[in-house]
């Protein structure tokens, strides 16, 4: 192991020994500059060592994560060799019922931690992938897939037995059938070898020979063997039912399916190359099937999910199996998005049984949709049902659901005490814009709170639940490693120090939290940023956080930390900042999420005018002189907002914005929108390009041209509707070796150099 070596401080100074003044160069180096976030917490078996990802904010952008490990205590903090590190506890791991050894895939090989002695060792190691190992009732077998089967291997011995016989292609009799089709026309070739056999002995008996042969080895492996059907993959085996059973889910891949084509023109090999992206929104997806496979015959039935859901296609999502491995759990989902059940599986009968059912007429979603466990003979869920996400506790023999928490707040994380007797939760109920760590007891109702600091806490428990580590931050303060006792209000020790030395020196903002009247009555939260110059009649910019169902309105580390670098700047040079959450952000439960079912660009567009309307009626910005930017979905509303309410706003800056939704991927528009081919309504009403007829103001975008979700195309698309349009007050930005995600500072820097050029020249 190396110790730590903390690293000079160097930072820039006025010749008053102030920090010079802040610019975008220095912020667009990300992380080099804010800090690296450390991620992945685990612990080491005796809860002494907490170990976690993270690199200095020296290393180069490009550079692979570390491994470092720390006392319970906060000292002795190391940097483990990249050998050390493939031998530390692992994020994610299966454990044995005693909580004494878990086991888990690396490198595409499966590998055993140890608790006690707190190292791993590689169990299985071959030229294929093994995935998804888990611990057999008794803890002295695991099993795993390999391919399209799932072995069972024995830690005494190392044994191995293979229980499914899953195939690809045809059946031998369809195989066969095949062959005669393909001989039909060579009658004279089946008739030399039926006559070698009557002329010539040794040619018969070898024949027979062969198929006695054939015979005994069927009677010695009666078990058939399952041919998935074509297109078909198992993506996940369980062994269950006293191992009599295979609970197997296949996915069925779409046929004729037409893939995008994202051309990269900057490569080593001088030549542009193609990069194959996701298909189009509408086009047909994947479908998920369950089957029940016997061990002993091979026999495999495809569950009958039994919902009669009106002509729905389902797809089983998810599966959750009991400690016992006596009975299944799983989730269904109509591909329609508006129904989600939670079923029993009968194994022998291979039927499925509904146990609780939730409808949206918007669709599915919020916090939890996929969460779905054993307690004892209970299922445990959540569920936005109440309006808001929520556990709930239901018996698997059928029964009334119990609500286990209730309120106008969010459970945003939830998981069980090793001894299964406790939830952990992560909540919002202290504050929509904090998240706090709880203990919940199931059968009193009674809750325990752990942190009171203000901001986000996202905690990993040891072994023996008496600590805590977490990564915390603050509005102003970057995400840093903390341990301390799990005790409510103990005080924990910070472990890490991500940012440079120049990014500590300086004073940020705390940004104002205010609630801002909507034209229907509804406060929409908003993150105010005051500029110390500012005065009445000043400029003003709204930023819009992207994905839509996203929040940025809180009081920890903005994951959009270069722009509230970039909001400084703006403050500094006398502009008034916005950042609302608009409706379909998160964190507000079903009815804020929804709230753009089928019109994006409508309710969450009206907030941000409701927000330019409250900063000059109440902030006192010149109405004439605010403008607005965001990326992705941000871009796709700045483009809404300079196209669909021309007056608001004089200037903006779309980055890597959808600009016609019917080209975007299928698992989020369809969600909201539903398909274009059924609700063209919905896409012509939602999509910048049909209007963009109504552009005044000033209009910058920038794309990433190697973009694989939202394509650079988007951008193409509409540079050429302005074209056609006789536009002239628009610009088009190219980055030729950008993601939709910008790595290279370089992108950074020109990108929000051509923004700030943007509200100077237009704002001012």
């Not at 002695?117 to 590689?122: A, S």
């Not at 009975?327 to 109509?334: E, G």
């Not at 049909?690 to 979700?709: E, Q, R, S, T, W």
Request: one cysteine or more; proline letters at 5%.
């Amino acid at each position: 192991m190396r110790r730590l070596i903390a690293l000079p401080l160097v930072m820039t100074l006025t010749a008053g020994g102030q920090p010079a003044p802040l610019q975008i160069e220095t912020i667009m180096q990300g992380p080099r500059y804010a800090g690296y976030a450390p991620e992945k917490l685990r612990w080491s078996g005796d809860g002494k060592r907490l170990y976690f990802n993270w690199k200095r904010h020296t290393d180069a952008i490009h550079a692979p994560v570390d491994t470092y490990v720390v006392d319970r205590d906060g000292g002795n903090l190391l940097k483990l060799s990249e050998a050390e590190a493939r031998l530390s506890p692992p994020e994610r791991c299966q454990a044995d019922t005693e909580r004494k050894r878990c086991v888990y895939e690396q490198e595409g090989d499966i590998w055993l931690y140890d608790y006690t002695v707190d190292r791993g060792r590689r169990l299985v190691a071959t030229r294929e992938a093994e995935q998804e190992p888990e611990f057999l009732p008794g803890g002295q077998e695991i099993s795993y897939q390999r391919g399209q089967n799932l072995y069972v291997q024995s830690l005494a011995d190392g044994s191995v037995e293979q229980v499914t016989d899953n195939r690809t292609g045809k059946p031998p009799a369809e195989e066969e059938e095949t062959k005669k089709d393909a001989k039909k026309t060579q009658t004279s070739q089946e008739y030399l070898k039926e006559e070698e056999k009557l002329l010539l002995g040794v040619v018969k008996e070898r024949a027979e020979r062969k198929e006695a042969e054939r015979a005994r080895e069927k009677r010695r492996n009666a078990r058939k063997p399952f041919y998935l059907p074509a297109r078909h993959t198992a993506i996940e085996q369980r062994l269950v039912g006293n191992r009599k059973y295979v609970v197997a889910l296949l996915r069925e891949a779409p046929e004729g399916v037409k893939k995008t084509v994202v051309p990269n023109y900057v490569s080593e090999s001088g030549y542009t190359e193609e990069l194959t992206a996701r298909n189009k929104v509408g086009d047909l997806q994947a479908r998920t099937k369950l089957y029940v496979i016997n061990t002993e015959t091979g026999e495999a039935r495809e569950v009958d999910l039994g919902l009669g859901a009106g002509g729905k296609a389902v797809a089983v999502t998810r599966l959750a199996v009991s400690e016992d491995r006596e009975r299944v759990a799983f989730l269904a989902r109509s591909t329609d998005n508006k129904d989600l059940w939670r079923m029993a599986l009968d194994l022998v009968a291979a039927k499925g049984r509904v146990l609780t059912q939730d409808h949206d007429e918007a669709w599915i979603g919020g916090p939890g949709t996929q969460q779905i466990g054993f307690l004892g003979d209970q299922i445990f869920y959540q569920s936005e049902v109440s309006g808001y996400s929520h556990l709930y506790l239901q018996p698997f023999a059928g029964g009334t659901a119990k609500a286990l928490t209730s309120g106008n707040w969010e459970v945003t994380g939830v998981e069980l005490s090793w001894d299964r007797k406790r939830f952990y939760l992560t909540t919002s109920e202290a504050s929509p814009y904090e998240r706090h760590f709880y203990s919940l007891d199931p059968a009193t109702g009674a809750k325990e709170r752990y942190t009171t600091a203000a901001g986000k806490h996202e905690v990993t428990l040891s072994p023996d639940e008496k600590y805590l580590g977490e990564i915390y931050s603050y509005a102003n303060k970057p995400e840093e490693v903390y341990v301390g006792e799990k005790q409510a209000g103990a005080k924990a020790v910070q472990v890490t120090s991500s940012p440079s030395p120049e990014f500590l020196a300086r004073k940020w903002v705390d940004p104002a939290i205010v609630e801002i009247p909507a034209r229907d009555g509804k406060k929409v939260p908003g993150r105010l940023y005051k500029a110390a110059n500012g005065r009445r009649g000043g400029p003003a910019v709204i930023f819009v956080h992207g994905a839509g169902y996203l929040q940025n309105v809180h009081r920890w580390w903005s994951s959009y930390f270069r722009e509230y670098m970039f909001h400084h700047i703006l403050m500094a040079n006398g502009y008034t900042v916005l950042d609302i959450d608009y409706r379909a952000s998160a964190g507000y439960g079903r009815d804020w999420r929804t709230g753009v079912y089928r019109h994006m660009g409508g309710k969450d567009l009206e907030d941000q005018l409701d927000a330019a309307k409250w900063l000059v009626t109440v902030q006192g910005v010149n109405a004439r002189k605010i403008g607005i930017y965001g990326g992705s979905y941000g871009g796709f509303i700045t483009l809404m907002a300079l196209f669909t309410s021309p007056d608001t706003f004089a200037a903006g800056a779309a980055l890597r914005p959808v600009t016609d939704w019917a080209h975007y991927n299928h698992p989020y528009t369809a969600n909201i929108l539903n398909e274009p081919q059924r609700d063209g309504e919905a896409y012509r009403k939602s999509s910048p390009i049909y209007h963009a007829a109504g552009l005044k103001g000033a209009l910058l975008i920038c794309h990433g041209m190697v973009d694989v979700n939202v394509h650079y195309q988007d951008s193409v698309r509409l540079a050429q509707k302005l074209i056609e349009l006789g536009k002239e007050n628009w610009e088009l930005a190219s980055y030729p070796v950008e993601d939709h995600g910008f790595v290279e500072p370089s992108s950074w820097t020109d990108e929000y150099r051509r923004i700030f050029k943007l509200f100077e020249k237009n704002l001012k």
